[in-house]
T-cell receptor, first 111, second 115 residues
Framework: GENVEQHPSTLSVQEGDSAVIKCTYSDSASNYFPWYKQELGKGPQLIIDIRSNVGEKKDQRIAVTLNKTAKHFSLHITETQPEDSAVYFCAATLGGNQFYFGTGTSLTVIP | GAVVSQHPSRVICKSGTSVKIECRSLDFQATTMFWYRQFPKQSLMLMATSNEGSKATYEQGVEKDKFLINHASLTLSTLTVTSAHPEDSSFYIC???????????FGEGSWLTVV
């Protein structure tokens, strides 16, 4: 089955700086890669996603890049704000029947 | 985006009793819903995949007789924890697959405390 690894497990950045979280996957057939933000005590919220036919996608301060050859994808958050502090999960799936989640990254934005 | 509602958000029950958690897709039909369990500071652990009108598919190690899943309609799936024990205390989260593409949306989660 698919194996998703996520790094780093914790990340602290100064407000205004950029944050980058990386994930690797093992199954080259995986074709959909969403990113979720989970605040304490709440369910994960989809923040951005990318499909295998696209190399990069951007939504305001958030961007995701995908390198299919190397089988890794990354979340980029620019101009970080304290409200960006949360746990972020990446995931990979083929066909949407089963999603494989990374182990999560706890991001802290220091004011 | 699509909305998935989960209820109750918090529940406390006595050891040995059963408790039901509901997961509803409010503005779309979800033929497939997923149930997860999450321990503090850990990732989501998939428990089972629920398909409307059929039996749920459980992940290895998950007791199907203890965690009863019913997906009776296109907008509702329920998870019943039977004969609950303190070790069942956890954060349970559902998700539903949207009608377009493979996008899944999560509920807000349910905190279960068994005393």
């Amino acid at each position: 089955g698919e194996n998703v690894e996520q790094h780093p497990s914790t990340l602290s950045v100064q407000e205004g700086d950029s944050a980058v979280i990386k994930c690797t996957y093992s199954d080259s057939a995986s074709n959909y890669f969403p990113w979720y933000k989970q605040e304490l005590g709440k369910g994960p919220q989809l923040i951005i996603d990318i499909r295998s036919n696209v190399g990069e996608k951007k939504d305001q301060r958030i961007a995701v890049t995908l390198n299919k050859t190397a089988k890794h994808f990354s979340l980029h958050i620019t101009e970080t704000q304290p409200e960006d502090s949360a746990v972020y999960f990446c995931a990979a799936t083929l066909g949407g029947n089963q999603f494989y989640f990374g182990t999560g990254t706890s991001l802290t934005v220091i004011p | 985006g699509a909305v998935v509602s989960q209820h109750p958000s918090r529940v406390i029950c006595k050891s040995g009793t059963s408790v039901k958690i509901e997961c509803r897709s409010l503005d779309f039909q979800a033929t497939t819903m997923f149930w997860y369990r999450q321990f503090p500071k850990q990732s989501l652990m998939l428990m089972a995949t629920s398909n409307e009108g059929s039996k749920a598919t459980y992940e290895q190690g998950v007791e199907k007789d203890k965690f009863l899943i019913n997906h009776a309609s296109l907008t509702l799936s329920t998870l019943t924890v039977t004969s609950a024990h303190p070790e069942d205390s956890s954060f349970y989260i559902c998700s539903a697959r949207g009608e377009i593409g493979n996008t899944i949306y999560f509920g807000e989660g349910s905190w279960l405390t068994v005393v």
